[in-house]
């Protein structure tokens, strides 16, 4: 099992930038996947963006892709670098691992692991 905590959540402006992070611990070497979900009030958990632990392969929803960047420093922490930030980004934000070697990284069925949220709240 691996646990996951996110930090650096805020409030901050339409077209500010922040930059989110997810520390894993446990069985950290197992995980082929992490990724970024986000959940705003009254909505479904939608995907946010994922990084392959093996290759380093990323893949981001339509609505983030060219603003949000999905990276790691080692094999315990991953970062959510978000620019342009938008009233719609507006969300809890979670961390997410999986240690399936396939996966449709959109689901949230297929991620094993989460940390328990940050908020990011934009304001217009």
């Known amino acids: 099992q691996v646990q996951l905590v996110e930090s650096g959540g805020g409030l901050v402006q339409a077209g500010d930038s922040l930059r989110i992070s997810c520390a894993a611990s446990?069985?950290?070497?197992?995980?082929?996947?992490m990724g970024w979900f986000r959940q705003a009030p009254g909505k479904e958990r939608e995907f946010v963006a994922a990084l392959a632990r093996s290759g380093g392969a990323t893949y981001y929803a339509d609505s983030v892709k060219g603003r949000f960047t999905i990276s790691r420093d080692n094999a315990i922490t991953v970062y959510l670098q978000m620019n342009s930030l938008k009233p719609e980004d507006t969300a809890i934000y979670y961390c997410?691992?999986?240690?399936?070697?396939?996966?449709?990284?959109?689901?949230?069925?297929?991620?094993?692991?989460w940390g328990s949220g940050t908020q990011v709240t934009v304001s217009s």
């Open positions: 997410a691992a999986t240690t399936r070697k396939a996966i449709v990284v959109v689901s949230p069925l297929h991620w094993d692991s």
């Open positions: 446990g069985r950290t070497f197992t995980s082929t996947f």
